[in-house]
């Protein structure tokens, strides 16, 4: 077992402190990761509060992890001790299902799903049809900790030409809005809409600008459309009704990342014949859509939920071939409360990453006490 520390919540309404707990030692086919940074995903925060209803206790999230490879078993092939890496929403899956030997294992239909890089497997045991987990664990914990484990095939490799800490958002918010934007196909000319711009929508419109789309942001907050100018897109206020007037029928694809339950009906009226609007922000119930617009247009509304491995290692290349970065800001571990209140109120321009070289004087407290 290996002694590791990190930062968990014990209950729904209790705070992140330090928490030590043991991982496996790495087997032969997994590798050992230093986590040197992790970014802080708005999932994070509904997770740690159980927003969702599912949360595991203790808590310890983080699924955008940037890290070296400090061991590899001996089965190991593909990262070398020394080599920088990433960690994504996922660890493992079942391997064996239609969606996982497709290379779609975050669709994987075995019956845990996959398993999550923090609170264990998206099925967990007692929900599984057979009533068998079989991943062997109930929990996981994220990269909010100084190691982690984890199976090679899952671990992603950092393009030299990306500084660590800027990879770390790309490996949820990065592939969340990649991964939509390639299946429903954007090419170089088509109009995009990202709806929200947040974490996932500073992305989504960088990623659809280096497709080759011309962007368009809509954002509730007025002060932020300088900031989609900034970008090379055009930003429009959500409330401004003329300039949804002005659009409608025009656009070829709209991304919403919008984290919670909205209103999408004004975006549907916003898209041309035969195209989508997809959902990757919200995973509860939606305001009903009014479904005239949307037949007698013959439009779609999807979802889509993160992405796949090989679309991670594709959207790490891209951005690293790209110069495509995500804004950050870089935080010790110990701010991160106060961060997630931020996260919560919109207030985050746009990413933080836990520069995890901060967690040293929690561990130097752990092994005096
Ligand atoms: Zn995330
Ligand atoms: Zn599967």
């Not at 400090?70 to 299902?97: E, F, P, W, Y």
């Not at 900790?145 to 770390?168: G, H, M, R, Y």
């Not at 934007?181 to 960088?206: C, E, N, P, R, T």
């Not at 509730?220 to 055009?234: N, P, R, S, V, Y």
């Amino acid at each position: 077992m290996i002694k590791v520390t990190g930062y968990a919540a014990k209950h729904s309404f209790s705070r992140l402190k330090p928490l030590e707990i043991e991982r496996d030692e790495a087997g032969p086919q997994e590798v050992e990761i230093e986590v040197l940074f992790c970014g802080i995903c708005h999932s994070d925060v509904h997770q740690v509060k159980n927003e969702w209803g599912n949360t595991v206790y203790p808590s310890m999230p983080g699924h955008e992890i940037v890290g070296r490879v400090t061991k590899a078993g001996s089965a190991v092939t593909r990262h070398l001790v020394g080599d920088l890496v990433g960690v994504g929403c996922m660890i493992d899956s079942c391997g064996t299902c239609g969606p996982c030997t497709n290379h779609e294992e975050n669709y994987c239909e075995g019956p845990n799903s996959w398993l999550a890089t923090y609170n264990g497997p998206m099925v967990p045991k007692a929900k599984a049809p057979d009533g068998t987990n079989i991943y062997g664990r109930d929990n996981t914990f994220g990269g909010y900790s100084n190691i982690v484990v984890v199976k090679e095939d899952f671990v992603l490799k950092i393009p030299p030409s990306l500084k660590p800490a800027d990879a770390a958002p790309i490996l949820c918010a990065g592939v969340t809005t990649y991964s939509p934007l390639k299946h429903f196909g954007v090419k170089a000319g088509d109009k995009v809409g990202v709806v929200g711009f947040g974490g996932l929508g500073d992305m989504a419109a960088k990623l659809a600008i280096g497709l080759g789309a011309d962007v368009t942001i809509f954002t509730t907050t007025k002060e932020k459309i300088a900031d989609a100018e900034h970008l090379g897109a055009k930003g429009i206020w959500e409330k401004d009704k003329e300039a949804f007037a002005a659009l409608k029928a025009s656009f070829d694809f709209i991304l919403s990342t919008v984290p919670e339950k909205h209103d999408i009906n004004p975006f549907i009226e916003l898209l041309k014949r035969d195209s989508t609007i997809a959902v990757v922000g919200a995973l509860e119930p939606m305001a009903p859509v009014n479904n005239m617009e949307v037949a007698f247009h013959r439009k779609s509304v999807a979802g889509s939920l993160i992405g796949s491995i090989a679309e991670t290692q594709e959207v790490l290349d891209f951005c690293g071939a790209n110069g495509i970065v995500p804004d950050i800001e870089i935080i010790p571990i110990q701010d991160v409360n106060h961060a997630y209140r931020k996260v919560e109120k919109g207030d985050v321009r746009f990413r933080y990453v836990i520069d995890m070289a901060s967690l040293k004087a929690e561990i130097d407290d752990q092994q005096e006490s």
